[in-house]
């Protein structure tokens, strides 16, 4: 058996640079101290995913984080990792380096034989003195098998089953008549800086966002897997925009010297494809109309609002979200729900700082203030509810509605699971009372 040994590199993200070789069994990565990778980011879980050694194999598992463990763009629960794959946590990505790599380890079946050839030794003939021609003559035998043997699976299979090979065959066409694609570019650039916004929307329903603002210093990467139904919508809207009739080319003139804007959008649906440029010009409305629907689209998808503001005005804004965190999480005990805004506001302010980088001093601080809050509340939490259930089973159901009451403002987010629990055990206490 090979030994090998694996160092995770992180090339982007907070912690870009660093190297974590995997000397233990089991390796957690998260958010949090008890984590053997930690990782200031608040687009991490606390425990996010955890990276086990098994027989010298490594795999990497997800622990149902909210954002998704990502090995090579694909969503995973449980993978084997090998040397260069690419796996993306929140901001980060960490290479996997093995030693040695996977493909410099030799195959027990497998032998190099003259010019690269591939021979498999299938015992045939155990002596090392046979020749190459004579392996082959042993090999040929069991090839023609194999072949004929597939054959009649496949004729079989066909033959029995017409009509449900024929409906898959439908049913394909159908799919790949309706995929989607769309490619988009906005640039407005003039002496001073450029700005580029890129949005792709591919076949596979990999949404992704580009944007560069060179002043600004900001340089923006996300992509999100998009569910079909959310596809199958956009799809009947740009349908019904009429930019399939637009003309490919619309220009006019500058607005002054050194100054560009250009819009330019390509879409394909199924097999009816468009491209239409707009430059130095008032679009037209249907290009607008369309152009506005996707920009709010995939805003709205990967959480990049922030962007329109610039760098130092997100900075502004992130330091007044932590200054009103800061005086609810100082007045915690003045009101219940107070906890809660302070990590509400907390989060605020480092939606503001997505897109700055670097990220300020304060960054770090506001992420740490934001476990700390989870803590406490999760811990309030539980002793409250503990306080309603105990006068709940001794019927005390004055006391009962009036923790209940308590627990609901502790939580006051209704599509909190926690809130929810609290309502309905308040509903049914009400109606005994």
Known sequence: MNSKKYTLKITAGPRAGQEYPVNKASMNLGRSNTCAIKIKDLLLSRSHCRFELRDSKLFVIDLASANETLVNGEAVDEKELHHNDLIEVGESTIKVVADPPDDLIPSVEAALIGEGEVLIDLGFNSSSENTVDDKKSALRPVLWIAGSILVLVIGATLILTPGKEKSKTVAASIVSNEELLIQ??????????????????????????????????????????????????????????????????????????????????????????????????????????????????????????????????????????????????????????????????????????????????????????????????????????????????LKEWHTAATELKILREMIPERSDPRHAEATRKLLDVENRL
């Not at 805003?299 to 962007?307: D, P, Q, R, S, T």
């Not at 900075?315 to 200054?323: G, N, Q, T, Y």
């Not at 100082?330 to 980088?357: C, M, Q, W």
């Open 184 to 393: 988009y570019e906005k640039v407005e650039a003039d002496t001073a800086n450029i700005f580029k916004y890129s949005l792709t929307i591919t076949p596979d329903n990999m949404l992704s966002a580009v944007i560069d603002d060179i002043a600004g210093d900001r340089h923006v990467r996300k992509e999100k897997r998009l569910d079909q139904e959310l596809i199958s919508n956009l799809t009947k809207t740009i349908k019904a925009s009429g930019f399939f009739t637009l003309d490919p080319s619309y220009t006019g003139y500058a607005s002054a010297p050194g100054t560009l804007k250009l819009w330019k959008l390509t879409i394909a649906v199924g097999t009816n494809v468009h491209t239409c440029q707009i430059r130095d010009r008032l679009e037209p409305d249907a290009f607008k109309a369309l152009r506005e629907i996707l920009e709010t689209f995939s805003k709205n998808e990967l959480g990049i609002w922030a962007i329109q503001f610039s760098a130092d005005k997100l900075i502004e804004l992130a330091i007044e979200a932590r200054a009103i965190a800061d005086k609810k999480f100082a007045e915690l005990n003045v009101r219940h729900g107070n906890l809660f805004e302070a990590i509400k506001s907390y989060k605020e302010a480092v939606f503001y700082l997505d897109t700055v980088n670097p990220k300020p001093d304060f960054y770090a601080t506001i992420v740490d203030n934001i476990d700390q809050c989870e803590v406490e509340l999760e811990k309030r939490y539980r002793d409250q509810n503990f306080k309603a259930d105990r006068a709940i089973n």
